[in-house]
């Protein structure tokens, strides 16, 4: 008996946990505006600022477009008051 419940508790925490992880998933948006301070932050047409994070090589590439128009398509999450951007994918505007 003690076996069997320990069983079903562990399923239901199993069970539990996928349903939270995806309950925890962001959604992927995309942004326009303008990449300012050498690609590490889009002011962003919402009125927004963004840190923006990437891989090094999208990094380097973002870097290059300082200055200029962007759309970048990622996920945004609130830390600390801040919106840290991670990019998935770019393109310049302009």
Not at 6 to 26: D, E, N, R
Not at 35 to 47: C, I, P, V, Y
Not at 60 to 89: C, D, P, Q, W, Y
């Amino acid at each position: 008996m003690k076996r069997r419940l320990a069983m079903l508790g562990f399923c239901v925490l199993i069970v539990s946990l996928l349903f939270a992880g995806s309950a925890f998933a962001a959604d992927q948006v995309t942004l326009k505006g303008k990449m300012e301070e050498g690609g590490t932050r889009l002011d962003g047409e919402d009125g927004k600022k963004y840190t923006v994070n990437a891989t090094n090589d999208v990094a380097n590439e973002i870097g290059r477009l300082a200055g200029k128009m962007v759309e970048l398509t990622g996920v945004v999450k609130v830390s600390h008051g801040r919106n840290i951007f991670t990019v998935l994918s770019y393109k310049a505007l302009d």
